[in-house]
């Protein structure tokens, strides 16, 4: 208390107050200033226990992050948001307590990750704020305790990688059972950005892979793979990137994977075991469209030789694979997409060409010369008569000449 008459403002004693039955502050100021009137002023100085409710943490839904690097940086939205509830009495005790209304707050809010954090936007009860942002990132900021929405948006970087990834297959890509049950391993690790925050929905176009083809999806911390239809576009023209849409493009089915969430630091690998159901049936022929027999030929994956196993560290190439009589060459239970098939005399290379698992065949006309057997036996034969003939002509002149 702080009498008129003195500048000095006074504790007081526990002696010189009570609190009743309702909490209510009992102080006889006739006994204290030992007089019948008093001009005083009294300060209280209290703790009041404030509920903090809906306190959370989340990645803006609306945000599109669809990868199409092998690394590559985001900057995803997110909401920080609470609830400050406070009460007060409201003069009747046979009445609950009410919303505090008239109880004014100045908060300081300390995120971590704070100075990782841009772009912020602070709302309370959907009011636009300004002039709340310190130097040093914390977030100053007046609120009443009636249960106002406290909401700081933000926005901040993560940097993702896709570790071992075989090109734009995102992925390593195996055999596991039978002849057609393949595995395709994805390593995607995310190695900068806020410590504290996980991100989600990473999303990835799978161009080789159809949801109908999925047999199960699995992460090594079991968090959910989610795969969904999608429509791509695959083009002769461009065969290394399948991702990339074009006008005339003929549009395929693929599918979109979303990338099980991350920490930063961590590598999360997740996988879809799928069955190969395509098959590649290749003709190999001349200039002129006639079969080339016995030609061997080596088949690429997005850079890498096709297999049982493909990745940038290790490989397991198929067997050599020949071309019939019929210049035909059937290569069963591959995934779908592009390859690239290098054609072979014994060990030269004769040529190289772009195919495809949607083409029913995929004919290869090489530049190897046409000659058929006839030609070379019709050939011989007069080359044969033609020599007896020189024979003759030259056996009848020596004669000619003895006369």
Same mark, same amino acid.
Not at 48 to 53: G, H, I, K, S
Not at 246 to 258: S, Y
Not at 327 to 344: A, C, D
């Given at each position: 208390?702080?009498?008129?008459?003195?500048?000095?403002?006074?504790?007081?004693?526990?002696?010189?107050?009570?609190?009743?039955?309702?909490?209510?502050?009992?102080?006889?100021?006739?006994?204290?200033?030992?007089?019948?009137?008093?001009?005083?002023?009294?300060?209280?100085? #209290?703790? %009041?226990?404030? *509920? =903090?409710?809906?306190?959370?943490? $989340?990645? /803006?839904? +609306?945000?599109?992050?669809? @990868?199409?690097?092998?690394?590559?940086?985001?900057?995803?939205? #997110?909401? %920080?948001?609470? *609830? =400050?509830?406070?009460?007060?009495? $409201?003069? /009747?005790? +046979?009445?609950?307590?009410? @919303?505090?209304?008239?109880?004014?707050?100045?908060?300081?809010?300390?995120?971590?990750?704070?100075? =990782?954090?841009?772009?912020?936007?602070?709302?309370?009860?959907?009011?636009?704020?300004?002039?709340?942002?310190?130097?040093?990132?914390?977030?100053?900021?007046?609120?009443?305790?009636?249960?106002?929405?406290?909401?700081?948006?933000?926005?901040?970087?993560?940097?993702?990688?896709?570790?071992?990834?075989?090109?734009?297959?995102?992925?390593?890509?195996?055999?596991?059972?039978?002849?057609?049950?393949?595995?395709?391993?994805?390593?995607?690790?995310?190695?900068?950005?806020?410590?504290?925050?996980?991100?989600?929905?990473?999303?990835?176009?799978?161009?080789?892979?159809?949801?109908?083809?999925?047999?199960?999806?699995?992460?090594?911390?079991?968090?959910?793979?989610?795969?969904?239809?999608?429509?791509?576009?695959?083009?002769?023209?461009?065969?290394?990137?399948?991702?990339?849409?074009?006008?005339?493009?003929?549009?395929?089915?693929?599918?979109?994977?979303?990338?099980?969430?991350?920490?930063?630091?961590?590598?999360?690998?997740?996988?879809?075991?799928?069955?190969?159901?395509?098959?590649?049936?290749?003709?190999?022929?001349?200039?002129?469209?006639?079969?080339?027999?016995?030609?061997?030929?080596?088949?690429?994956?997005?850079?890498?030789?096709?297999?049982?196993?493909?990745?940038?560290?290790?490989?397991?190439?198929?067997?050599?694979?020949?071309?019939?009589?019929?210049?035909?060459?059937?290569?069963?239970?591959?995934?779908?997409?592009?390859?690239?098939?290098?054609?072979?005399?014994?060990?030269?290379?004769?040529?190289?060409?772009?195919?495809?698992?949607?083409?029913?065949?995929?004919?290869?006309?090489?530049?190897?010369?046409?000659?058929?057997?006839?030609?070379?036996?019709?050939?011989?034969?007069?080359?044969?008569?033609?020599?007896?003939?020189?024979?003759?002509?030259?056996?009848?002149?020596?004669?000619?000449?003895?006369?």
């Amino acid at each position: 208390v702080q009498n008129s008459t003195n500048p000095i403002i006074e504790e007081l004693n526990e002696e010189d107050y009570t609190i009743d039955s309702y909490d209510y502050f009992v102080f006889n100021y006739l006994n204290y200033f030992s007089t019948t009137f008093h001009n005083f002023s009294i300060y209280f100085i #209290f703790e %009041y226990t404030l *509920t =903090l409710e809906m306190w959370n943490l $989340t990645q /803006n839904p +609306t945000d599109v992050l669809s @990868l199409t690097q092998q690394t590559q940086t985001f900057s995803p939205s #997110f909401y %920080y948001q609470f *609830t =400050l509830i406070g009460t007060k009495i $409201t003069g /009747n005790v +046979t009445i609950p307590p009410e @919303l505090a209304d008239n109880l004014i707050l100045e908060i300081i809010v300390n995120p971590l990750d704070k100075d =990782l954090f841009f772009d912020h936007i602070l709302e309370i009860d959907d009011q636009s704020k300004v002039g709340f942002l310190e130097p040093d990132k914390k977030i100053n900021a007046t609120i009443s305790a009636d249960a106002k929405l406290f909401s700081l948006k933000f926005s901040t970087n993560f940097t993702i990688m896709f570790e071992n990834s075989v090109d734009f297959s995102w992925a390593i890509d195996r055999l596991i059972g039978g002849r057609n049950i393949r595995e395709r391993i994805y390593f995607p690790s995310l190695i900068s950005g806020p410590k504290h925050i996980f991100l989600k929905d990473i999303t990835l176009v799978e161009s080789t892979i159809i949801v109908e083809q999925i047999i199960s999806n699995s992460s090594i911390f079991g968090r959910n793979v989610n795969v969904f239809d999608e429509i791509v576009s695959i083009t002769q023209e461009n065969i290394e990137n399948s991702l990339i849409f074009t006008e005339n493009a003929v549009k395929r089915k693929g599918l979109k994977l979303i990338i099980p969430y991350l920490i930063v630091g961590e590598t999360n690998p997740c996988s879809l075991k799928y069955s190969a159901t395509n098959d590649l049936k290749i003709v190999i022929t001349d200039s002129i469209r006639m079969p080339l027999v016995g030609y061997r030929i080596e088949l690429n994956y997005y850079g890498k030789n096709y297999g049982t196993f493909i990745s940038n560290d290790f490989n397991q190439p198929m067997a050599y694979a020949y071309s019939d009589e019929n210049g035909e060459i059937l290569i069963e239970n591959v995934p779908n997409g592009n390859y690239t098939v290098k054609i072979y005399q014994d060990t030269t290379l004769i040529t190289e060409f772009q195919i495809n698992t949607f083409r029913e065949v995929n004919f290869l006309i090489t530049d190897v010369i046409h000659f058929p057997l006839w030609i070379l036996i019709f050939g011989g034969i007069s080359g044969i008569l033609m020599l007896l003939g020189l024979l003759l002509y030259f056996n009848y002149v020596k004669k000619s000449h003895k006369r």
